[in-house]
């Protein structure tokens, strides 16, 4: 029988169309792939790089993506444990015109961590799994493979450490730190990206440097942001906080507010006055609603006491809005909170993660200067109450607050970092996904999922709408991408630093800078 994923290779490397390919052995297609690509499987095998072909037992976990609907097959998966293995994979691939992406944890919503298309390179972080706490500075030293709740755990005991970031133990660092990276607790401390001191990467060309704020200082900035453009980051440096005695964690369950799109709407409203109330909201407060057609939960944390809470905070939150269904409210150490948000242990293992998903993402990010509107918010929530209930597959839609009166997410400057959404308000999660998590994906989840979308920001024509990075969205052309995630300021500046250090390109994805 003839080996579909092997004449795939064949035809990637040839140039030849898989329908023409002959019925060859697999032998056969990997001798020409060796003598098609010498500069790659050669060279790798040369400089004793690990490496996994698709003839590798292993290659066909390490290859699987996160996202089922985007299986992109790589034309070889490095899997370094040094900083020289790295460099080496990438001068590897930039001999043979492969382009490259690097695999923190392989979350990427548009299976870029796999290539963004077939054919290229992948290089495999899970050999760098480093967690160390510096005892006199607090500075975290991290490798580029570590996942979220394993850092979680692994800071929290070395001196009782925390940092922000998003709620899922699985997310590689990589990915989540340089994108942006939410989380409950970013109100209060910032972006995971802007805990961010330092930054081991691998460039182009094969070097490799320490960039921060002083040194390399250009590509501190583009990797803060954008690191797919710009290289492989083997390590992070990030400055972490004292992790809190006590937080509260709340839930709060009110389906009422669907009974209607107008009361939806209405309460909606309610709720983002609430949010810009500088009387009573501060850093200390965090919350997203979650939907899903017959769900509307307000969840969060809140960094101070569960009787400020109750008594101060809960009655403004939920005033104007229909009687809570169930409510929960609990005072919890770090970990037990973050067990709570993530709903499930914390730990993740290091090697053979298993988890993945069919699904389209699109996100919304909103500006603290025009909040969302009356007609938009009705448009929405007309479109979750007819098309929702009926969907093709189950759905959700996640809405965080990241602005409102002292959020430190909006108090850096543009200067800062390439992250560019320091003045958003809501950011929206909107996901369709199949039933059973598995293929096949299908055209109406991606229209149901459009439309959601379209439904708010159509209806809001003088809105400003942009996208967030880390719901990375393969539906947008690459104008359509560096508009949403930059704007034209940044995405120029991080252009004229892409043109000085990867002109030809080497790190490459489908919306990457310079496409």
Known sequence: MVNFLFLSVLALWTGTKVSEALPVSDAEVLAALRERAPSLVDCLTSKNVPISLISSPNYAQLAKPYNLALPYKPAAITLPTTTQHVSDSVVCAASSNTKVQAKSGGHSYASFSSGGKDGSLVVDLEGFQEITVDGSTNIAKVGGGVRLGNLAEGIFKQG???????????????????????????????????????????????????????????????????????????????????????????????????????????????????????????????????????????????????????????????????????????????????????????????????????????SIVTQESCPLTQAALESFFAYILTEGRNSPSPWFSIINLNGGPDSQINAKSLDFSSYSHRSSLWTFQNYGYTANNQPPFTDSIKNFVIGLSNSLTSAQPEGVFDAYLNYVDPTLSPQEAHAGYYGDAVYAKLLAIKQQVDPDSVFWNPQAIGT
């Open 160 to 362: 009782g450490r925390a940092l922000p970031h998003g709620t899922c133990p699985g997310v590689g660092i990589g990915g989540h730190f340089t994108h942006g990276g939410y989380g409950h607790d970013s109100r209060l401390w910032g972006l995971a990206l802007d805990t961010i001191v330092g930054l081991d990467v691998v460039l182009a060309n094969g070097s490799y440097v320490h960039a921060t704020e002083t040194d390399y200082s250009d590509i501190y900035y583009a990797l803060r942001g954008a690191a797919d453009s710009f290289g492989v980051i083997t390590t992070f440096y990030l400055q972490t906080r004292a992790a809190p005695a006590e937080t509260v964690v709340f839930s709060i369950s009110i389906p009422d507010v669907l009974s209607s799109a107008q009361n939806a709407a209405n309460s909606f409203l309610a709720l983002q006055t609430f949010a810009l109330d500088a009387s009573i909201v501060d850093r200390k407060l965090s919350f997203g609603v979650y939907l899903d057609g017959s769900s509307f939960n307000i969840g969060g944390m809140y960094f101070d006491t569960a009787d400020k809470f109750n008594n101060d905070i809960k009655p403004a939150m939920l005033k104007g809005l229909p009687a809570p269904s169930t409510s929960s409210v609990q005072s919890l150490d770090w970990l037990a909170a973050l067990t709570n948000l993530a709903g499930g242990p914390l730990t993740t293992p290091t090697t053979g993660y298993d988890a993945h998903d069919t699904f389209l993402a699109k």
